[in-house]
């Protein structure tokens, strides 16, 4: 989880519940619900736009407002210090969901999502799951074991990328595989990336068991001590990262390999990233890695055009 920009810094007033639980009327005197959405993804700096840059106007507009909406329950996680103010919203959230299926959504999110939904097959639950795995950040700080840390990631990635599959043009069923695989390397890979950061929220998501396989301290982390036990840990979790990436390469379909270059796109990105952190011997705890956007354009186009990492 990372934070991005709020949802009113767009110059509208979009539906946010209060501490009290009130939503307050959405307006939109300045701006579409296209156009805030759009404001929020590119906000973001996430290795997702880039790849959003390359799809047709129809699908670019629903994953667009797709991404915006996972970046709007996740900020609520990322950027609100008191948990329960943060569960309030988030539960406003499912209700939001509830009524934009009925016809009635008031985010403009929201708006700007429901007129894709039936096209792409975006389905309520796969909203709700992903406010699910945000609620799970709320009263979850560590994960025993690895198959725990998969659930988590299965919310909040795995989702995201079956409906994004289906946003790319799916047409084969067993490309769904993929796409879970795929969202799982990607959150491992975020993992990696955030323990520092995420350390400093107070959450550790590497699995206690594994620190205690290799006999690092949930205290060090907190700290941010490195030492070569905590190096061999990070090697550990990034070569798993690595064989999810290619077992997941190996189950794309070869009918949906041209539909779905835009995760394949993101996939070279968050590998690219993945090897950054490696190179840096995994100094992870102080300092928060990251791809500039000319090189993530770069990794994006030459997937487009010559079809390789």
């Given amino acids: 989880m990372r934070p991005s920009s709020c949802g009113a810094c767009c110059g509208c007033e979009a539906a946010a519940p209060q501490a009290d639980g009130t939503i307050p009327r959405v307006t939109s005197a300045v701006q579409s619900p296209q156009d805030y959405v759009q404001q929020k993804a590119a906000a973001s700096g996430s290795s997702f736009y880039y790849a959003f840059l390359f799809l047709p106007p129809p699908r670019r ?13 996740d900020d609520v996680v990322d950027e609100v210090s008191d948990p329960g103010v943060a569960a309030t919203k988030l539960a406003w959230w499912q209700s939001e969901v509830g009524r934009a299926y009925a016809g009635q959504p008031s985010h403009p999110v929201m708006q700007a999502l429901m007129p894709h939904a039936a096209e792409f097959g975006i389905e ?9 795995g945000c609620q799970m950040d709320l009263t979850q700080t560590r994960y025993l074991d690895f198959a725990a840390l998969e659930k988590y990631c ?10 994004s599959a289906r946003i790319f043009g799916q047409v084969d069923a067993k490309t769904t ?5 795929l969202g799982l390397a990607f959150q491992l890979t975020n993992i990696i990336r955030d323990v520092g950061e995420d350390a400093r929220r107070g959450r550790i998501y590497l699995p206690l068991d594994e620190l205690q396989r290799f006999d690092v301290k949930a205290h060090e982390i907190l700290k ?6 905590f190096a061999a840990l990070m090697q550990f979790q990034a070569e ?64 487009q055009a010559l079809g390789r990492f």
């Fill in 61 to 73: 507009a629903a994953i667009t407002a797709f991404y915006a909406f996972c970046r709007e329950v």
């Fill in 124 to 132: 309520a639950r796969h909203l709700l799951a992903i406010i699910e």
């Fill in 154 to 163: 299965h919310l909040v990635a795995g989702i995201v990328g079956e409906v």
């Fill in 177 to 181: 595989e993929y796409a879970h695989k």
């Fill in 224 to 229: 941010g001590t490195y030492s070569d036990r």
């Fill in 240 to 303: 798993r990262a690595q064989a999810l990436y290619d077992e997941a390469l190996a189950l794309l379909p070869a009918a949906d390999r041209r539909s779905q270059k835009p995760g394949l796109m993101m996939a070279s990105i968050y590998r690219t990233l993945l090897r950054e952190v490696e190179a840096s011997d995994f100094q992870v705890l102080h300092q928060r890695i990251a791809l500039t956007p000319l090189r993530k354009l770069w990794l994006a186009w030459k997937m």
